[in-house]
């Protein structure tokens, strides 16, 4: 007896066929599209870099389990997500722009060797077509710590001892003694706080006050916390008892998302004071503009570059600059969900651009400069001049508090202030 294939079937197989071949094709989706169009997600890559780990035995990650979701671009809320696994071929949509942003499925938690990652990339649904996906490039989002000893400080540990490593008050990870694992904590864009106290015995004595705390962290960067016993003529490695005599060394040094390495900031300390080993003077952020300074909100609704000038703000730091962090606020929700669409975040740092080709792109459009135009250089203009015409349809205040570090990690910040009506 011969097998009947339902003429519907037949034409839902076809219809299958075609649309998997297409490319943002013209597609006749019949009358009650109704202004959709589709994505196609068999399209999308998944690309997970973790950086910054010698030491951890996660350099490598499944991004399987990873969590892909779809977000309305401009207010960003969520329209359906799923397994990186489980993602459907083809996905229905209404006409409009959209953001796909693949994370880890660790959101918000501390944890030992699984690095929290995230990555983002805009995407535009046309009616009757269907639109591709380029590979989501997801990098480190958060802050990766490894604690170490030099072999006389770990002669000395305690069965129990620890170090208790704490993430701006709120995520927290204990190193045991033998530790080797990397942790890696939630983390803001930058100014994070680090803080690593000793709790235990050291020869005996219990708990000894070696606590220490790590200022201005950024995101993605990994901390390498060494603990070293001296003696009191300050050399290292001498061994010895935990007594006035001894003296603990407690370094860090900061591994950046670019490679590069330096010591970490202490609270209270000044790594390089002036007339000190490094050379040259601190950052400073100066008004361009000899019409406005920093003090003084300018009025965008009245500003006019012609009469007026640019709206820029000088950064210098004569030791070269390692970063350009910009924070934007605004008592104008509208105004943050446009900065949100335009850059993804924000907050950022011109040196590192956003990975995702559109948001470093607008970037760049809006004349800020970026990546290499910005690393090693003294001196950066951060000029806002064409940003100021977008801000007028906006009403309130508009803050960019602007931060420059040079390679020692020293930093200035300042904060130009606009108001519209």
Known sequence: ???????????????????????????????????????????????????????????????????????????????????????????????????????????????????????????????????????????????????????NFRKLLGDEANIKVTVNNKYSLNFEKDETRAGYFPAEVSGNVIDANFIGELDDELDVPINKSFLNINMGSQLIITYTLRDANGDPGTGGAANPSVEYDVTCDIVELDGSVHPGEEEGIDDFPSGGDKEGTDPTVTSGNKNFDLNTPIDANDYNEEVDGPVVVNLLASRGIKNVIVEITSSDNDFVAAVVELFGATSFDLANPPADEDHKNNLISLGFPVGDEVKTTETVPFNITKFVPLLQVYHGMHQFKITVKDVTNASATATLTLNTK
């Open 1 to 151: 007896m011969k097998k009947i294939i339902h003429p519907t079937y037949l034409l839902l197989t076809v219809l299958i066929i075609l649309m998997s071949a297409c490319d943002r094709e013209n597609m006749d989706f019949g009358k009650e599209s109704n202004d959709y169009g589709q994505v196609n997600l068999a399209s999308m890559g998944l690309s997970v870099n973790v950086n910054a780990t010698p030491v951890s035995r996660a350099e490598t990650v499944d991004p399987s389990n990873y969590i892909v979701g779809i977000y309305n671009a401009e207010d960003e809320t969520l329209v359906s997500e799923w397994k990186y696994s489980e993602l459907p071929e083809i996905f229905q949509l209404k006409v409009g722009k959209y953001k796909v942003i693949a994370h880890a499925p660790n959101v918000g938690i501390a944890l030992f060797d699984e690095p929290y990652c995230e990555g983002s990339k805009n995407f535009e649904i046309q009616k009757d077509q269907i639109t591709n996906l380029e590979t989501v490039n997801c990098t480190l989002n958060c802050i990766m710590v490894t604690i170490q000893y030099d072999e």
